[in-house]
């Protein structure tokens, strides 16, 4: 018997290094990120020592014989992964311990504290004597681990766990509810610190470039997560859900989650985390149909194989596509194959009556949406010959990737929405390295990955900083430390602690327990701050 990586897989490697026989793939060094979806575990190889499952820090691996029925195909997988790739020795070195360093000697400051800037202060406070500021903007970290992962997937969001030993030590201070590039600048971050790290992620959705899409009815998926989730930017809007039908353009993970978000059960619903004004509006919801759209076909796509097979075991929903060209050829990957058994197996499942509906179209473009006032429908084009076709819908959504934002003080990659960087080090206009300033996560390498691919990438940043730090380059004096806690006082600012996150994580814990769900969340900034304040006084 075997253990067996499934759906939940965030890719952060932690698993890897405590295997007593190394049998996890794909395995990458830092900076280096693999292919595939998620990892995978020989089942020839495994001995059976759960040293993996105690590891991993969102629970996605099972031992064979207890892996729940909607999880049972990925010991196939599993397998399948091997027979095209049998194991070899590992060729990835562990990494040296780097030494301590003095005390004062090097001070960083990390922006943003969503998983890269949570995984970039784990690998810089595993050095000793490293002391490190963490700046956010939100009154509450993790990022997108907190607003941007699907309500209904807890285990993803046990990650947070991984990080909570690195924060609660005396080397990490958390200075959330402080917007750098108006209450802290740049050259001040700069001023007392040896080193930044922007950790900012890539917040703008990028746009379809069509007519109407400024319409009422026509929103960036990013901010129906927002809103379902409870993200204070997110948490006022209002979406139409009032028709049978809405369309995403996009067929990525997001697109996978909103469709299921929107399709599930208001009492399914109610026993996740998702914020109390997004329950109240789906359990009013009309929506029966959600169709998701792709520009090109499955082989494409860019959902992953866990989330497409987590489709097929929604309760009162049938998953419905085209079952033509789903015939996998030799040089289709292992999970390409797999989408494509899936695919094949959903189209020739007969509908049933009642049921709602996940409708993929592929080898569709979006060309306008029409509506007079607000969204009434959608127009794409199948095909360069093809008629022009109207879907009819008053919601439109478009998950198509993000883009970085410029940052005030940096250069920026216009193009590709990143800051220009060589493994991590800020480059100037003149492509030299700028001292002391450096990126991790999407705004260094783009929107691609999931959580834990921001391991191997913040390890690459952490590295390169370390390195300039042992040549010299982040050497000079600072000022006192109290320094800073006394200009954003100045500032007006309400800097929010770590020890201020416990209480507000144990109160929205608190508060759901209560109606047997894992937290209900506060959604709005002075909501947050009246209770900081509260538990201060």
Not at 6 to 25: L, M, W
Not at 367 to 377: A, K, N, P
Not at 493 to 512: F, K
């Amino acid at each position: 018997m075997a253990y067996v990586i499934t759906q939940n897989c965030c890719k952060d490697g932690s698993c890897i290094p405590v295997c007593p026989v190394d049998c996890i793939r794909p395995a990458a060094a830092a900076g280096e990120f693999t292919a595939t979806e998620q990892l995978y575990i020989d089942p020839e190889t495994c001995i059976d020592c759960g040293a993996c499952m105690e590891e991993c820090p969102v629970d996605a691996i099972h031992y064979e014989d207890d892996l729940p029925v909607e999880l049972a195909r990925f010991t196939d997988i599993n397998a399948a992964y091997f027979r095209r790739h049998p194991l070899e020795p590992g060729a990835v070195p562990a990494p040296r311990p780097h030494p301590p360093v003095p005390a004062g000697a090097l001070r960083v400051a990390i922006v943003g504290a969503g998983p890269a800037a949570c995984y970039a202060a784990a690998e810089l406070v595993a050095v000793d004597g490293v002391e490190v500021n963490v700046f956010e903007r939100l009154p509450t970290p993790f990022g997108l681990i907190r607003a941007g992962v699907a309500p209904d997937h807890q285990h993803t969001k046990s990650v947070v766990g991984a990080f909570e030993h690195a924060f609660s030590g005396p080397r990490v201070a958390c200075y959330l509810n402080v917007q750098v590039g108006e209450q802290l600048h740049h050259d001040e971050l700069m001023a007392h610190h040896h080193a930044v790290i922007y950790a900012v992620g890539a917040a703008d959705s990028r746009a379809l470039g069509i007519p109407g899409e400024t319409l009422p009815g026509s929103h960036p998926a990013a901010e129906f997560v927002g809103w379902y989730n409870g993200h204070p930017d997110h948490a006022g809007h209002r979406f139409d859900l009032a028709g049978r039908r809405a369309v995403i353009v996009g067929n990525g993970n997001v697109a996978l989650d909103v469709a299921r978000v929107l399709l599930m059960g208001p009492d399914a619903l109610a026993t996740t985390d998702v914020a109390a004004h997004a329950l109240t509006a789906l359990a009013h919801s009309s929506i029966d149909e959600v169709v998701i759209l792709g520009r090109r076909g499955i082989r494409d796509s860019a959902f992953s194989v866990g989330e497409f097979l987590a489709l097929g075991h929604l309760p009162g929903v049938d998953v419905v596509l085209d079952g033509a060209d789903l015939t996998a050829g030799l040089d289709d990957d292992v999970e390409t194959t797999v989408k494509l058994d899936l695919a094949r197996e959903y189209a020739q499942r007969a509908p049933t009556p009642g049921h709602k509906r996940i409708v993929f179209r592929f080898l569709v473009s979006p060309s306008e949406i029409v509506g007079s006032e607000r969204v009434e429908g959608l127009r794409v084009v199948a095909g360069d010959d093809a008629e022009p076709e109207l879907i009819e819908t008053a919601l439109v959504l478009r998950s198509i990737g993000y883009r970085g934002a410029a940052i005030p003080g940096l250069p920026h990659d216009h193009g590709r929405g990143v800051v220009p960087n060589a493994d991590g080090r800020v480059l100037g206009a003149d492509g030299a390295p700028v001292p002391g300033v450096y990126v991790t996560g999407w705004i260094k390498r783009g929107p691609r990955g999931v959580i834990g691919t921001n391991r191997t990438c913040a390890e690459q940043t952490v590295a390169a900083l370390l390195a300039d730090f042992d040549d010299g380059t982040l050497t000079r004096a600072l000022p006192d430390p109290a320094e800073l806690s006394q200009l954003l006082t100045r500032r007006g600012a309400r800097p929010l602690t770590w020890r201020d996150w416990q209480n507000i994580d144990r109160s929205e814990r608190r508060r759901g327990a209560e109606l047997s769900r894992p937290r209900l969340k506060f959604v709005s900034v002075p909501e947050v701050l009246a209770l900081a304040d509260a538990d201060s006084a």
